[in-house]
């Protein structure tokens, strides 16, 4: 996994400076990650690697008592070492763990004035990384508060090693992940021994066919996309000036990187007052601290008129209130079989295969067709001013029980 991540999804140069750490929800890396990054470590021997390490109590302790004070002294010492390290050229990796009970019972109004303030600061960092500054990407971290949420039907100390492993199967780094081969101690005894399991190449050929599934949408012009499924049947118009796109990416100083692993997707940009119709989220989705299941909405000319939630209902207001773009759709994603000619199946990914809700928006938007509120990425554009793309502060994708037409 630390190969996966340091070769493939920052494609780390020899002697490039490397932080670790997360800054969307944790402030700082979760301590249970000490062993993925050991590992990143070993892997990336001989660049000079910088850990922010998180204090989940304490955070939780600044948002039970309100204190906005210390939170943005927090907020403004973690931006100033990000922008710091991209003066120095380094790459940043950042590891998500999903910690869904951290901020349980606190007020949503809170957690969004909160989460306003962290995008205050945070926000411009993050956009000029989505802009290529540097290389940069995600990636799960296993955490005994997130195995509890994705295995509660498992005895308790089998809960974190099935993580382990569903992220693993997740990212292609096991033999039982879909197009890859299996691992070198798995021959039967007298049996030659089949070619030795690499994972980076596994990868390297995985983007290829994600390369080559984009192109071939790009080449289709399609001007239209709809997502059909339980509770969905919802329409998007495609702009003329809109690209069909990978997560693999490349930095100004011209190195390719993957900003997220695992990555399934190929996505662009629908033009931000098309949406018509409704949709059903069908996984459970984690914004600002705050847990959301069950939502349904409902667009018309592009917006959000009707939303409501099983749980989180407070959270999900809050979440459209965010500014003018939070209730507009600014990405919509084509998941499985990218391979070209096939049509799009989510069943033909390690993700899905998994039957699991991950409870981790890393994961769970790589099991399955999905959409995302608020921002788009500009680059899925190729007009120099997309006044066509939405612009928000937020950015959530909804992972959808749907099918995906195109016309």
Known sequence: MAEVIVRIGLNLQARQPLLITEPY???????????????????????????????????????????????????????????????????????????PQLMAGLPAERLAT??????????????????????????????????????????????????????????????????GGLPPDSTPSGHKAPPTFDPTEQWRLHLAALARRRDELNAALHRRIRYVGPGTDLTLELPRSQVWCTAQLVSKAGVPFVVNVPTEEVFTAPHKNSASGRLRVARPVVHGGAVIEGIELEFRRGRVVAAQARTGQDALQHLLATDRGAGRIGEVAIVGNVGG????????????????????????????????????????????????????????????????ELS
């Open 114 to 179: 909160f989460d306003r303030l962290k995008w205050r600061h945070l926000g411009p960092v993050i956009q000029r990384l989505v802009r290529g500054a540097t290389q940069w990407t995600l990636a799960p971290a296993p955490s005994s508060m997130w195995a509890d949420a994705a295995f509660a039907d498992l005895p308790a100390a089998d809960r974190l090693p099935a993580l382990w492993q569903t992220v693993f199967q997740a990212l292609r780094v096991s033999g039982s992940s879909v197009g």
């Open 25 to 99: 929800e944790l402030q700082g890396v979760h301590p249970e990650a000490t062993p993925l990054i050991e590992a990143i470590k070993a892997v990336a021997a001989g660049s000079d690697v910088t850990v922010i390490p998180s204090d989940p109590a304490r955070l939780h302790a600044l948002l039970a008592t309100d204190d906005q004070r210390s939170y943005e002294g927090l907020i403004r010492s973690h931006t100033r070492r990000l922008t710091q390290h991209l003066a120095r050229g380094g790459a940043f990796l950042f590891l998500q763990g999903s910690q």
């Open 341 to 404: 000619s096939l049509p799009p199946d989510s069943a033909s990914t390690p993700a899905w295969q998994t039957g699991r809700l991950f409870h981790h928006t890393l994961l769970d938007e790589n099991a399955a067709n999905h959409l995302a509120l608020g921002d788009a990425y500009p680059f899925c554009s190729r007009s120099l001013l997309p006044w066509a793309l939405n612009s928000s502060q937020v950015h959530l994708d909804l992972p959808l029980d749907a099918t995906v």
